[in-house]
């Protein structure tokens, strides 16, 4: 059967780091304002450290993160056609002791919203690029143009959206702007 390995945050998934940045800090930056992968890294670099001690130490972020629209609905169709891995990335190299406690808030997301997802197929790791299985979705080009796959989907957010099309070409990645894009794709025959 053909494997698809689907990214959780920005790509299941996505608001809650704003959020939390944004109760931390009292202000109300909105999604289109921050262009940044890591959206603490629109502070300063001591900033960005007490927010972050913070942050691994008292927020679980999937309980304000939003489901992307039909994405739960999408994957639920595919699951009866493709076996779906579900490959989050937890480590921090900026705290890597205080980040483990995010393994934990990932997987449980994943079991309470993906239930139908075997267990085993729930990946926790940062080092995608080494997974092998025929399709791949990620909002992260880095995650897509290394290792296997394919059939590599970016699922088009602010931090990503200015790679042009040639440029991902280059990569063998096709930008996608939603989940019923990606449904067409996968149900229609591409693979």
């Known amino acids: 059967m053909i494997k698809i390995m689907i990214d959780l ?37 001591e900033e960005n450290e007490k927010y972050l001690t913070h942050f691994y130490k008292n927020v679980n ?3 304000k993160a939003h489901i992307i629209p039909n994405a739960l609905e999408v994957i639920k169709e595919l699951n009866e056609h493709y076996e779906i891995y579900i490959c989050t990335a937890f480590f921090d190299k900026r705290k890597p ?14 079991r309470k919203n993906l239930p139908y997802i075997n267990p085993r197929h ?12 025929e399709v ?4 992260k080009v880095s995650n897509l143009k290394r290792g ?7 699922l088009t957010t602010n931090h990503n959206k200015n790679y042009t099309k040639e440029e991902l070409a280059s990569y063998g990645i096709k930008r996608v702007d939603n989940w019923l894009e990606i449904r067409d794709i996968l149900l229609k025959g591409e693979v």
């Open 9 to 45: 945050d920005e790509t299941i998934v996505s608001g809650g780091y704003l959020e939390f940045l944004n109760e931390y800090l009292g202000t109300n930056y909105k999604p289109e304002e921050i262009q940044e992968y890591y959206v603490s890294n629109i502070l300063s670099p």
């Open 148 to 154: 296997y796959g394919k059939i590599k989907l970016l």
């Open 122 to 133: 729930i990946i926790l790791t940062s080092a995608k690029e080494l997974l092998m299985c």
């Open 136 to 139: 791949k979705i990620d909002d």
């Open 61 to 63: 972020v999937y309980v």
């Open 97 to 110: 002791e205080e980040c483990i406690v995010m393994a934990n808030h990932k997987y449980d997301w994943i």
